[in-house]
């Protein structure tokens, strides 16, 4: 029963060009999402958060977006740099003192130059 | 300052024998995760403690997975017997309890990457 889903494995784009990593959830309790970002052996790193009380959360080049009535969250790059290129997990949980998140399968990132 | 460390970061082993993961959390902290990553199911949460007391094993598949944090500095996961499906990165976070999420206050280990054959 995955609750956080990523449905797009990898994807591709240019410098300079938006990236957009989506991600749908099924437990409507959920009320904060994060995005982790994770580089080949390393451990992920937390990147943005959103509470479900806001539809937008801006960091830099970083904007997460929410969709609470579609369940879904999307986290925007732009402009994308090489440097971005990493796996992004998308994670969930409940309350922000919660002890579990819940993440995602992962996205792989590839920020060509 | 040091973050989550682990041992080993590599092991390869055979079916049917016993693994054991090592780590120590950040200095201060009193929660402490492991999470299993795999390709189909990214990141799993296994168990955590809190002051070195287990809350949540629902995570762990079966009995041949075992945790354990005999204190606040330590703790192990272990695996025995071992079976190829079993081969993915391990990672142990930390945090300090009641400090909130949203503000990514959950560190991350680097991983052990265990390969069963």
């Known amino acids: 029963d995955q609750q956080v889903k990523q449905n797009s494995p990898s994807l591709s784009v240019q410098e300079g060009r938006i990236s957009i990593l989506n991600c749908d959830y099924t437990?409507?309790?959920?009320?904060?999402f994060l995005w982790y970002k994770k580089y080949p052996a390393e451990g992920p790193t937390f990147l943005i958060s959103?509470?479900?009380?806001?539809d937008k959360n801006e960091d830099g080049r970083f904007t997460v977006f929410l969709n609470k009535s579609a369940k879904h969250l999307s986290l925007h790059i732009v402009p994308s740099q090489p440097g971005d290129s990493a796996v992004y997990f998308c994670?969930?949980?409940?309350?922000?003192?919660?002890?579990?998140?819940?993440f995602g399968e992962g996205t792989q990132l590839t920020v060509n130059p | 300052d040091a973050g989550v460390i682990q041992s080993p970061r590599h092991e390869v082993t055979e079916m049917g024998q016993e693994v054991t993961l090592r780590c120590k959390p950040i200095?201060?902290?009193?929660?402490l995760f492991w999470y299993r990553q795999t390709m189909m199911r990214g990141l799993e949460l296994l168990i955590y403690?809190?002051?070195?007391?287990?809350?949540?094993d629902s995570g762990m598949p079966e009995d041949r997975f075992s945790a354990k944090m005999p204190n606040a500095s330590f703790s192990t996961l272990k695996i025995q017997p071992s079976e190829p499906r079993d081969s993915a990165v391990y990672f142990c976070?930390?945090?300090?309890?009641?400090?909130?999420?949203?503000?990514?206050?959950?560190?991350f280990g680097e991983g052990s990457r265990l390969t069963v054959l």
């Open positions: 976070a930390s945090r300090k309890t009641g400090l909130a999420l949203n503000t990514g206050e959950l560190f």
């Open positions: 437990n409507s309790m959920f009320d904060y």
């Open positions: 959103i509470s479900s009380i806001k």
């Open positions: 994670a969930a949980t409940l309350g922000t003192s919660g002890s579990r998140l819940t």
């Open positions: 200095s201060g902290h009193n929660s």
């Open positions: 403690f809190n002051n070195n007391v287990p809350i949540d």
